[in-house]
């Protein structure tokens, strides 16, 4: 599909799931060096309810990297994600957004007329510790060229290791999605240019998006993996108290962020999607 941006138009690339028909949609957002097909699993799993969208953010997965890299950033990712909304003709729509999705889904659902009815945050709340994005911006942009398919899932296996315990065959899916073939071997699928703001802009302090918290007014899910340095325990607790007073789910054995494929995790997160 087409969007538009400050410097022009570019395209952002979406997997869908489901009968396209089945006016019930979930929108799975992902993670920020991440893409759609981190949801797999998960669209897998509730199909036969929703029509699932997955979206690659511009400059990941499929989607066209920018021009001009100041670019990146929520206003123009809250503006695709509405155009996508348009693109799939759906009025109310279920969220799942880790991490950077999950801002994209707060940002949306925070607004007057939202069109999301229920949402679900893994791994991202109304703080962002200034920890969590120096760790990020120390790998983001910098990956290195593969030689193999190997060496690349060996590499994404050590970054992603806050990720938790994952099967080979699922570390071998994250591999198989996250790196493109280029001369000489592979490289990850995302544009570099989105780890600029990282390196001109140095992160010293949280982010706070309590007033956008506090404006969410539908039912929402906060998943936590227990050992997660963006998002921390306490932030969850005052969630609870605060603007929607989210749920809440804690995976144990797992940093930033759940991914969402083990079945324990994809079951609380489709049931309080069916909840509704």
């Not at 945050?121 to 920890?131: C, E, K, R």
């Not at 605060?242 to 759940?258: L, M, W």
């Amino acid at each position: 599909m087409q969007c538009i941006g400050p410097h022009g138009l570019h395209r952002m690339a979406y997997t869908e799931w489901g009968d396209p028909a089945n006016r019930k949609v979930l929108v799975c957002a992902h993670g920020l060096t991440r893409n759609g097909r981190d949801f797999d699993f998960l669209a897998q799993a509730v199909a036969d309810d929703y029509r699932v969208v997955c979206p690659d953010v511009v400059g990941r997965g499929r989607s066209d990297w920018l021009g001009v890299k100041t670019d990146y950033g929520f206003p123009l990712y809250v503006a695709d994600m509405i155009t996508l909304l348009a693109r799939v003709d759906a009025d109310t729509v279920h969220w799942v957004g880790t991490s950077m999705g999950g801002i994209i889904g707060m940002l949306i659902a925070s607004q007057p007329h939202t069109p999301i009815s229920r949402l679900v945050l893994n791994d991202v709340g109304p703080v962002i510790t200034a920890v969590s994005l120096q760790r990020i911006g120390e790998y983001v942009g910098n990956a290195p060229k593969f030689p193999s398919m190997a060496a690349a899932e060996a590499w994404i296996r050590e970054i992603s290791a806050p990720f938790g315990p994952l099967t080979d065959a699922q570390w071998r899916h994250l591999t198989e999605y996250s790196v493109r073939p280029v001369e000489g071997g592979f490289a990850m699928v995302y544009d570099p240019g989105i780890g600029d703001v990282f390196r001109h802009t140095p992160i010293t302090v949280d982010v706070d998006l309590w007033d956008v918290y506090k404006a969410i007014r539908c039912p929402t899910l906060v998943i936590r993996g227990a050992e997660s340095d963006l998002l921390e325990a306490e932030t969850v607790a005052r969630m609870a108290q605060s603007g929607p007073r989210a749920q809440s789910a804690e995976f144990p054995g797992v940093g930033h962020a759940p991914v969402l494929m083990d079945a324990s995790q994809i079951r609380i997160v489709s049931d309080f999607l069916r909840a509704s």
